[in-house]
């Protein structure tokens, strides 16, 4: 991994940038995982590059779902498992959630790439989908394999970073789909039940700290939060929030004097 100087003004882009190639070379990211996470870090400039109050908002509905699920699932692909892979065992502990593993650009040497990620940070952790014997409807590629005790069984779901055929097949399903998606307008975002419009970096941290926060609720306190949720107002939002930052942005001719 390249080392980047803290004094660099995009530390953290470059870093997480880093960690992306770095997955790469070790097998667990797809060559296609560095477009996507590209595409990513551009909608990142758009709302800031923070956490704004729609995503707050679409986080304490997931974790609260996630609190009342019978089976609730943490789906893990390859850029998750280089970027978030220590917060994404603790945010499964948090919710009482399995793992599994699903790749679009499914090979056995990815998965185990994957899976040896995921244990170093806890040996002791149940990975699913390592051997899947489950196929979703509709979902002729190999995201259409899911693990019988996993995704194929969960009543919740957390699919993060852009997936919209699987978000729209497991919703098909009956499935409750949550998504983290810097991307508001992408597929897996509008078909969701609930849409995280974060970085993933930022967003399963703070999902962590609001389960531990949240657990103590009762259930009828979490069940109102759900049914107070409205994902189209959240993604409206989120656009409100771009127009609103950027027509700013414009007026005061911002770009010239300091970072966006």
Do not use: C, Q
Not at 14 to 30: D, F, N, P, V
Not at 171 to 191: E, H, Q
Not at 208 to 221: C, I, S
Not at 249 to 256: K, V
């Amino acid at each position: 991994m390249v080392k980047i100087p803290k004094s660099h003004p995009r530390y953290w882009s470059l870093y997480y940038r880093e960690k992306i190639i770095e997955g790469m070379e070790r097998g667990m990211t797809a060559k296609a995982g560095l477009i996507a996470h590209g595409r990513g870090e551009a909608f990142d400039y758009l709302i800031g590059e923070k956490t704004i109050e729609p995503a707050e908002r679409a986080m304490k509905a997931a974790v609260a779902k996630f609190l009342l699920a019978k089976h609730p699932v943490i789906s893990v692909n390859g850029n998750v498992s280089a970027l978030v892979p220590k917060e994404t065992i603790e945010l499964a502990k948090a919710f009482g959630a399995k793992l599994e593993i699903n790749l679009f650009y499914r090979t056995e040497e990815r998965v185990k790439a994957i899976a040896e990620e995921l244990r170093k940070h806890d040996p002791d952790i149940e990975i699913l989908g390592i051997n899947p014997t489950k196929r979703i409807p509709n979902l002729e590629h190999d995201r259409g394999k899911v693990d019988e005790n996993g995704i194929w069984r969960a009543d919740v779901v957390l699919v993060p970073l852009e997936d919209g055929d699987r978000t729209e097949a497991l919703v098909g399903m009956g499935k409750f789909v949550v998504t983290v998606d810097l991307n508001p307008l992408s597929r897996s975002a509008r078909m969701a039940d609930i849409t995280i419009v974060d970085n993933i970096v930022r967003a399963y941290p703070r999902m962590v700290e609001l389960a531990r926060e949240m657990k103590g609720l009762p259930r009828e306190e979490l069940e109102r939060i759900v049914e107070g949720y409205d994902n189209g107002k959240t993604l409206s939002d989120v656009l409100l929030h771009i127009k609103n930052r950027l027509t700013k942005l414009a007026r005061e001719g911002i770009w010239r004097r300091k970072e966006l």
